[in-house]
């Protein structure tokens, strides 16, 4: 049995990393940390994990951790870094999905996150959690970055076109719509029911933490600069992330539908919808699952996908059981054989 | 013209407070106080306001307010009470949306409310302002305490019953169903978008604040005791209560519709809708109207009413227009005739 | 494996059997019918299901379903009643999750139904399908009326009492509050996003079909007539139960929190919750659970229960999943071990 | 008074109209008309306008319609089109809010609309109704056809960039998102609850409807030839229409934000919010206001602007009344002067 710790427990990745390990025949939870809540039972406060969570939430101990096999950050930005590298020298393996290891530039790091970075001698070593790109890497990785809600959204729905070399990658557009649980489980007024609900608005329009991290992925691929507008919306909805992604086709004789399937076929959690149809985010809710429909509206040169994803699965908890699996040898979909609900 | 004065004009109910007077003939907004963002324009927190709300928000300033010919109070609780006695002495008017004045026991009061009552000399005075009970004591009141939103709308199903003897008082039930926005725009976790939609939850099952309130208010009208239960919900909307309430007839020969219909037939703002439907909170959204049904299934002795409210206008907000209206000697329902949006 | 009959695949319930069975270990899904989608795709019309199912919607050809080991009817009122029988005689157990074989008198379905019952032979021999209440009939059983949803949350949430001869049974309360999906997926004008989406309504107030399934399996326990009244009502969400029952306490001195809990120890899908607490109906979202909350408000003779499930798993298709599981002697849970998604 | 006849009031434009004109001080309503609930009480379908609309349904009955001195048609298309004719020869004055007399290419129109064109004799007669840019027009005019939702939220958002000549108009993006009302009250599966609660979709890729009346709108401003991509998207909620739009610019010197203040200082309905915020579609729910922000992401050559309405007031009945007061010379806003409800 993998021993696995959580650090940072009671957020909404933490809280969907244990429904997801609770119920995975290869990982035991050995530790569960929140300051916070520190001394109270998991399921006291989170009831959907009674009788399949018996853990009480501790104080963040790097002796207990540094005896896990793997130990998950579920924390806000800036933890990871200061605690990844005794974990490492402790032969722990440890998977961050907040942004600590995301960015391979610590100068850019700091303009988004703004406080220096406490740990740069890893950001070489750490290896970006998206296996549909970094397979083997992950395989044999200490220490992996996973990858943000958005960026998995928009990079999986522009890499086909891009690899492919069939865009021009100078006026990408990506118009993304997110649930409100995307901003995590904190208590801020713009993030209440009576303010979220019933409206829809854009935000950071100006710049987002995110984009780096995109334009970063999205450039490793084509070897040339990339330019991205990128505009998140907040939307009345507890999960899902709906990627609207717009480019201009260089080729315009290529079989969009085509390229798409080829390049997923293999993927266990990325599927190509059939040609001409829509994809709904509540059809990948609650599953690792990415769906994607690729359109040529019109016939004409531009191309619009469309990328969904649950944002705290494919976005956050289940990628990074996934990239989990990867590390330990076993099954990529160990644990995260699950089905949308619907509805 | 009216001069008006807001104190804690940036939580719920004070924006509506601020959307109903900005439209009003007969006031001007002369002060809009609030500690936390004193020194910003009202619109700029609220920019459904902008071109009709021309005001900044300002420090709770008791000389500016002493110049207003009404002073509302849509604060926490606590906050009235401390200032109301100096007001009243600048020959202001005070009608309190909060619960200081609400109880005429101040025992009562210290228990539900957690502090001793700093004013409990003006209790005998404050006049509970529910116009369809209290109208003539409201039209000479200097010191208005609005009703809750929850004992708005159990109250106006109940009283037509009570008043008219047809019911046993010791076993009446309130089954009653919030939106969100009741819990007022307060930075907490459990209000969060992610926490309270998609889900329904009963709370303080075991003792709610409204309910001394609501009792005080039964007993006044049934001349004996009474004896409630009362279990407040949370429903995934934003604004609207739905109270479905309980009783045992005693006279099985009354005609309830015809009780009903003669009860509230002089109030504009008590609407007793056809015998055999159902009201929807919707139908009431901002609007100051209670609309009511009236029922008994299978023609039994239990008599179930139906009556739903918009918990921020009639719960809060409009009631305290309507009370406004009626000290100043204007028409009740001057800058209140809105008809609910629908859909 | 146990080769499995779906007759109306395309409802709610009938996605969501598709859904609990695509992965369940010892079924094989041997037909789908859908007279309005027979030859579609099954994950055509149910992309969270691409996959995990390989199926084509057929005809309703009882040759074809007579060769199954089970059929399970998530169709309308009305149809399981004309086929049961030569299913029957074919060897086939029927799991009925319609409301056909619920009520044993088929002079109370009529008049509730609208229509003579097409199969009263069978009336008797049906097994009502609670578990908790009918575990071993439901083990030999050929033919199980699968409870409807309000009658699972009603009658889970009140049998400890009744059982244990605490309350007086001529004066239950079930107010009850549902999500949207347990009217249906049918094309209805009141079920819009836009009509049901920010509202809450009572509804059949006058009367309702689930209030003689309720009220006979309540007599049955209580050995003595039973007066209900049943409020069901409309929330704004999709999918969720949560009735709050009220009764009156015969028997002051009763420690109820230990009775739930032993009544309902050895239950794998009844979860009593601690002393003070309250059900989320998001708790149980996606699961076949009941959460169970009992309270004393105020120390009084009032006893106020909370109960919540999910309508279309432990309300519907997990409760016949749960049916089978029993009399195809595996394993109760198999297939249901889910944990509900939280947020 | 003004004699307004309404044809189709049971839709949600028609019962949003009757809203709007109940309140009208120069409106009397001399007809609602609906074949399907013809006979039965508009508040008894609508109970938001009890005590404000007295009439009864009646069928279309063109002599009645013909006494009117405006009829509203709040119908499916192609309606107003086989009646308008008629009317205008008794001198009535026609405000269609379908899309009958948009396109004024009928070719255009027969292609979109999926029939043969009954009246293109009027197509050069009737007025565009966007008073924002024919104001003059419609003042003279008999026949107005009111512009779709999307394109109402799309030109308003582009205008002041093309009439400018700023941006090149052959790579046009609007990524617009709308409510559930939007698709009207029309008994369709996909419309439910639970289909669109929780959940976002894109839809219409390929081609909408609304398209070819955006692009003739925005190409008669730009007098060049204007390549837009349009992807409508369904989010859950009931009313608002967030349009994103992306542009790119061809002099990046210019002051967008002076550009769009200038632009609509006049207007009354079109609010440009300070530079560096972004508009909520709450803040314009139930007025008739365009609310929009204009966003230079990074300083760049991108330009991305935030247009909000509420698709049945500004996108609907609001400016149908709006077009209504300009025709009969009144101010513009009678009627039209109400607050967004927030929250």
Not at 107 to 118: D, K, L, M, S
Not at 126 to 155: D, H
Not at 318 to 323: D, I, L, R
């Amino acid at each position: 049995m993998i021993k696995a710790g959580i650090v940072g427990g009671t957020g909404y990745t933490g809280v969907e990393l244990l429904r997801i390990l609770a119920l995975h025949p290869e990982v035991e939870i050995a530790a569960v940390t929140s300051r916070a809540d520190a001394g109270k039972r998991v399921d006291a406060l989170y009831p959907n994990l009674r009788a399949y969570i018996d853990a009480v939430f501790c104080e963040p101990d790097e002796s207990r951790l540094a005896e896990c096999d793997v130990v998950f950050f579920a924390t806000p930005n800036g933890i990871a870094m200061r605690m990844a590298e005794r974990l490492l020298a402790s032969h722990v393996r440890v998977i961050d999905l907040a942004a600590d290891f995301r960015l391979k530039d610590a100068t850019v790091w700091e303009r988004w996150y703004g406080e220096a970075h406490a740990c740069p001698q890893l950001l070489g070593e750490a290896v970006y959690g998206l296996p549909e790109v970094n397979r083997a890497a992950i395989q044999t990785a200490r220490l992996i970055a996973c990858p943000g809600c958005y960026p998995t959204s928009v990079q999986l729905g522009f890499l086909p076109l891009i690899e492919a070399g069939l865009i021009t990658v100078d006026n990408l557009i990506a118009d993304v719509k997110s649930g409100a649980s995307g901003a995590g489980r904190k208590a801020a007024t713009h993030l209440l029911m009576s303010e979220t609900g019933e409206s829809v608005k854009a935000y950071a329009v100006e710049g987002h933490r995110h984009r780096p991290e995109i334009v970063q992925g999205l450039e490793s691929v084509a070897g040339a600069p990339v330019r991205l507008t990128f505009v998140p919306h907040l939307v009345p909805m507890i999960r899902g992330i709906h990627a609207t992604l717009y480019a201009e086709l260089k080729n315009s004789a290529a079989d969009l539908q085509q390229v798409y399937e080829s390049r997923y076929r293999a993927e266990r959690f990325v599927d190509v919808l059939p040609q001409g149809t829509h994809p709904d985010t509540r059809n990948v809710r609650g599953s690792n699952r990415c769906q994607i429909a690729v359109h040529r509206p019109n016939g004409g040169n531009s191309v619009v996908v469309l990328s969904v994803i649950d944002n705290l699965v494919k976005g956050a908890a289940g990628q990074a059981v996934q990239n989990m699996n990867l590390m330990f040898g076993l099954d990529e979909a160990t644990a995260l054989e699950t089905i949308a609900l619907y509805p």
